[in-house]
């Protein structure tokens, strides 16, 4: 009998070790994942980050848009409006003007 518990002492000292390895490599896989986890998931919020500053500037460029053409509605059609127009959209000058025009070698 001596010797049988001798071995069953042996198989539970081996069945614990055991036990005790598998939880460490359990331990260590959790760690590895949620480490994994973790960072991709500060990539996606920086990226997301990211597109909401490009996004947020894209807004701010339509509306300087939007405020020019509400400007342009709400102004009055009059003679400088007229004057505005012809000069900023369609490069036209007066017959008596005289136009000055900037070298671009320079």
Do not use: W
């Amino acid at each position: 009998m001596d010797r049988d518990t001798q071995q069953q002492t042996n198989v539970s000292k081996s069945t614990k070790s055991s036990m005790k390895i598998l939880f460490r490599c359990a331990m260590i896989a959790i760690v590895i994942i949620s480490l994994c986890t973790f960072i991709s998931g500060v990539m996606i919020y920086n990226a997301n980050r990211e597109k909401i500053k490009e996004l947020e500037q894209q807004i701010e460029d339509k509306q300087e848009q939007v405020d020019e053409l509400k400007f342009l509605i709400d102004s009055p059609i009059d003679f400088d409006y007229i004057v505005r127009i012809a000069r900023e959209k369609l490069g036209l000058h007066f017959p008596d003007e005289i136009i000055f025009h900037k070298d671009s070698k320079e």
